[in-house]
């Protein structure tokens, strides 16, 4: 796993019970900031904040981020 493995959890409209999770083994996936605008789901969402955590991946500890983000663009 590289150095900069992270997961990510995008929140979709502020609730927690609609998540997507993406384990980035290799660090292709960029951090995200507020404003950004990403595709998922067939739709672009503009991140709304971003929150840091940390998460198991293995027995691996990486970065997690909570990206939450909305269609209100």
Do not use: C
């Not at 609730?15 to 292709?28: P, S, Y």
């Not at 789901?41 to 909570?66: C, E, F, H, M, N």
């Amino acid at each position: 796993m590289g150095d900069q493995a992270k997961q990510v959890v995008f929140r979709y409209n502020d609730d927690e019970t609609d998540a997507d999770v993406e384990v980035d083994i290799l660090g292709d996936l960029p951090h995200y900031v507020v404003g950004d605008i990403v595709a998922r789901r067939g739709k672009t969402w503009k991140v709304v904040r971003v929150l840091s955590d940390q998460a198991l991946i293995g027995s691996q500890q990486v970065p997690a981020y909570i990206v939450s983000v909305t269609d209100k663009v």
